[in-house]
């Protein structure tokens, strides 16, 4: 898919251009950081967002954590071009003060979804010769029912500093 300018953070699934698209996004911002800040400030966290809960629905097999990631699957962020580290669980924050300068600061974050979505947006592949050659060892299971997930970076996404 092209670049595109979000106005908002959402899910590339809301978007019927990218709703079966799995691999990786590049969202930029720069950053004014006064001279200031960068002084009386002990740290700056870069954070992703919260986790929300959401309602539990019974199961038939299988397990599932019941929240809502604000990073669907993982972050890699960089911070002046220099990797600051990576986010794909809670708590969703980065310690980025060390990469942090007084001025302007770039801070791109990658980020990276699975295989699902791409594999929804597909029709299952034709097993007849296989089956003819090899007998027939496997039988798909479910995957007629596999839907898009949620990916991206959902936010909100803040810079807090910390005294």
């Not at 595109?4 to 004014?32: H, I, N």
């Not at 962020?77 to 924050?93: E, K």
């Not at 295989?115 to 007849?128: C, F, S, T, W």
Request: charged content about 20%; glycine content about 6%.
């Amino acid at each position: 898919a092209s670049p595109a300018p979000l106005s908002e953070l959402r899910s590339w699934t809301d978007d019927e251009s990218r709703r079966f698209y799995s691999g990786t996004a590049e969202y930029v911002r720069t950053v004014d950081l006064p001279a200031s800040a960068k002084q009386q400030a002990k740290s700056f966290v870069l954070d992703l967002g919260q986790a929300k809960a959401m309602t539990v629905l019974p199961m038939r097999n299988g397990m599932r954590a019941w929240l809502e990631p604000p990073v669907r699957e993982v972050a890699v962020v960089y911070v002046n071009g220099q990797r600051a580290g990576s986010v794909w669980c809670p708590p969703y924050s980065l310690d980025i003060g060390n990469f942090l300068k007084a001025g302007n600061n770039e801070i791109k974050i990658l980020v990276a979804n699975t295989a699902v979505n791409h594999m929804a947006g597909r029709r299952l592949p034709d097993y007849k010769l296989l089956n003819l050659r090899y007998g027939e060892r496997f039988q798909p299971q479910d995957m007629d029912k596999v839907q898009p997930t949620p990916s991206g970076l959902l936010g909100p996404v803040r810079l807090l500093s910390y005294r």
